[in-house]
């Protein structure tokens, strides 16, 4: 039997990227819904998709009945987005900034963040 030994400087250690979350559906919180006095409370939630080309797809779900008439609640997807527009999405739906990009991070979201600010510079006298 043949034993090489190679030397140490030649291992490289084994890097592991952090897995997602086995939980796919994440709690955002409710929001106001209804006629102009807001009276109806609705549950969001945040649904995780699989990758295609390389673009993970986000989408925003409730939880409701399609009539009056069916006992069973299904999950009623609001709205489809990708993965840089999900902070776009708690502007347009009015979440809240209860949720922090760190929570979406946690959640899976490896999305760009878009800063649109108008710089001002200051100039000294």
């Known amino acids: 039997m043949t034993v090489i030994n190679f030397p140490r400087n030649l291992c490289i250690p084994f890097k ?3 897995v997602l979350p086995r939980q796919r559906i994440f709690y955002l919180g409710i929001v ?5 006095l ?7 939630y945040l649904k995780r998709h699989g990758k295609k080309n390389n673009v993970r797809k986000w989408s925003l779900i409730t939880y409701g009945k399609y009539d009056e008439f069916v006992k ?3 999950s009623l997807e609001l709205d489809i987005f990708d993965d840089d527009d999900v902070p776009d999405m708690h502007c347009q739906y009015h979440i809240g900034n209860h949720i922090t990009f760190n929570d979406l991070r946690k959640f ?7 800063n649109n600010a108008k710089i001002i510079e200051l100039k000294k006298d």
């Not at 899976?108 to 878009?114: A, C, I, L, R």
């Open 32 to 36: 106001y819904t209804g006629p102009p």
């Open 16 to 18: 592991y990227e952090e």
């Open 38 to 44: 807001c009276q109806d409370l609705t549950d969001l």
């Open 108 to 114: 899976g979201w490896n999305g760009n963040v878009f």
């Open 72 to 74: 069973r609640n299904y």
